[in-house]
């Protein structure tokens, strides 16, 4: 059992996953984030490597990324920042980034080291299910890591079932086909797709992220999920002045 | 075919489909319906139609005396630049677009860099009556301006790219985008051997046209449908794959790439994939790209805009690491001058582009009776600027 498994064993309800970029807004602001953002009482975190092309993200995700690597955060320089890090915060952390920075690392090497470090983790959305399955999945599971998968409208139940067979934590549900960071409107087709996936009885808990901004996005998406993820309006938030002293007010206002 | 994707989209070690979970489903579709559409007999003949009669197929195999003479070898030239719209791009984009239409697609997207592989998306978008838009990156589209016009007077939507480094990386990035909001409706016309399985697969299959029609035309003119090079600029590596494409399994002819150096291997501006890369993932397929220790994808440089990819397609990856092709590399300099060569002693002024497998004749030695093709990939025009500069004419 990894963070993240004792967790879900624990809390089923309304839980809150914040977003963010390492080296966004600057070098070493990683962990007094984290902190901050335990503090206020989030449930775990989302910390994301920056990587030179981020696909599936929008705008305000893809800016960070490009300052974090103009701040020059690297693989190596997160893993150590977070072995600071849980010496503070106590509540599961996922590492978040694309597969190309993870393959230069080397699979198994930023598999053992993530776990070193206390990742319990890991999200990576150009990773697919077949090339994990056949090539990585040992190294996730040697080293205790949950691998996140996503699901969107168009994946169809089988599909879902297979992911749900290979996940060992919870199931990431994208609110809609988009990029990160785009507005939700909940509409009958997205209820829709939410129940259908209810209906599967899944065996792990579900997640869902894309879009949940304030506290209707994220009652709504908790209505349906264990939780819910706010990602592109929490970088936002990091471009402000003062972004340190906001973070308790951001988390209730999300919550409240 | 020995040097053929496996079922998994693999070549070797290079392939696959490294894609978010939102592109699933497009791109699963794709892989499922493919094979059986493109190779039904009422689309074959609608592709050989338009291949004959609106792109002008077969492109004609020039023997080039003059260059024949002078590398003192018999010197052909596959007439990509010959076809409608100016280059070989447009084998794919007829391809790309019958397929949609049988998909039941109602929105185009595409990316372009040079602009070529976007105005043949935005020609075969025009002649079926599909709403069409081309990604480009800024920097792109200032320097290819002409080709920008081209393809609003064809009635597409031109969408800068202005993240990363805007250029063509960034306007796949964007369009990979769009498609991740559009999974339903919007079919993505990938120019060139590169992205997800299937697509190198398939674009190869469209471009290798070239090759099938090279082998004939040479039985035709030389009583062997063998030669014993063939030579063919490489940035993704869409006209090389289509040239390579039927001699693949010919294991005698040999095979000659030419990547871009910019301005020079080691200078810190240059595209010279196979020479400065590392095994990695770029735009949907484990490839060989340009990347720094960190794994992020380095900007690539090279004067001619359809070159400077920082990866090259999956099957170019793996016929490299298996030495099936050679991969060499020719400067901008090197490029220029090839360009103003052929100009001079064949009347043809090749793209930027193509004539990097132009200049690469002048690297290699040949016995008199070899037979070497080299693929006229686009015709110079786009590229006139460019070249009134350097030799200030």
Known sequence: MNRLNKLFATKKDNLLSIYYTAGYPALNTTVNIAEALEKAGADFLEIGFPYSDPVADGPTIQHSSEQALENGMTLNLLFEELAELRKRVTIPILLMGYFNPIVQYGVERFCKKAAEVGVDGVIVPDLPMYEYEAMYASYFIDNNLSNIFLVTPQTSEERIRKIDELSNSFIYLLSSSSITGGSLQLTNSIEDYYKRVNALELKNPTIIGFGISDNKTFTQACAYANGAIVGSKFVKLLAEDGYMEKIPGFIKGIRE | ?393
Request: hydrophobic letters at 35%; proline letters at 4%.
């Open chain 2, 1 to 393: 075919m020995k040097y053929g994707v496996n079922e998994h989209g693999y070549y070797g070690d290079f392939g696959g489909a490294y894609i978010p979970e939102m592109l699933y489903p497009n791109v699963e579709e794709l892989r499922q319906q493919y094979l059986n559409i493109i190779s039904d007999e009422g689309f074959k003949a609608e592709f050989d139609d338009l291949l004959k009669n609106y792109v002008g197929r077969p492109s004609p195999l020039y023997h080039a005396k003059r260059y024949s003479e002078k590398y003192g070898a018999n010197i052909y030239f596959k007439r990509e630049d010959l076809n409608h719209t100016g280059s070989h791009k447009i084998n794919n984009a007829i391809g790309q677009i019958l397929l949609a239409k049988r998909l039941g697609k109602k929105r185009i997207i595409a990316e372009t860099g040079a602009g070529q592989h976007g105005v043949a998306t935005a020609t075969v978008c025009a002649l079926m009556g599909i709403e069409c838009v081309v990604y480009m990156g800024e920097i792109d589209m200032a320097r290819q301006a002409p080709n920008v016009s081209r393809m609003k007077m064809l009635g597409a939507t031109v969408m800068p790219a202005s993240s990363g480094s805007k250029t063509l990386k960034d306007a796949t990035n964007e369009a990979l985008r769009d498609w991740i909001g559009n999974p339903v409706d919007t079919h993505y016309i990938i120019g060139s051997v590169v992205g997800p399985y299937p697509y190198p697969d398939m674009v190869a299959r469209f471009q290798s046209i070239i090759s099938e029609e090279t082998k004939k035309q040479l039985l035709e003119q030389t009583g062997n449908e063998l030669p014993q090079y063939v030579l063919a600029c490489v940035g993704g590596g869409s006209n090389a794959m289509g040239m390579f494409y039927h001699f693949l399994d010919d294991e005698d002819v040999k095979l000659v790439a030419v990547e871009a150096a910019g301005k020079g291997i080691n200078s810190g501006h240059s595209a010279a994939t196979t020479f400065l890369g590392q095994e990695g993932v770029l735009h949907g397929s484990r490839t060989i790209l340009m990347q720094t220790p960190d794994g992020q994808v380095v900007e690539p440089y090279s004067i001619s805009a359809g070159l400077d990819y920082p990866g090259i397609g999956p099957q170019h990856a793996h016929l490299y690491k298996i030495n099936r092709a050679q991969y060499t590399s020719i400067t901008d300099d090197e490029a220029l001058q090839a360009g103003l060569l052929c100009s001079q002693m064949e009347g043809i002024i090749p793209a930027i582009e193509t004539a990097h497998a132009l200049a690469q004749l002048e690297k290699m030695t040949f016995k008199l009776d070899d037979t070497v093709v080299i693929c006229i990939s686009g015709r110079g025009d786009k590229d006139l600027d460019t070249y009134i500069k350097y030799f200030n004419f």
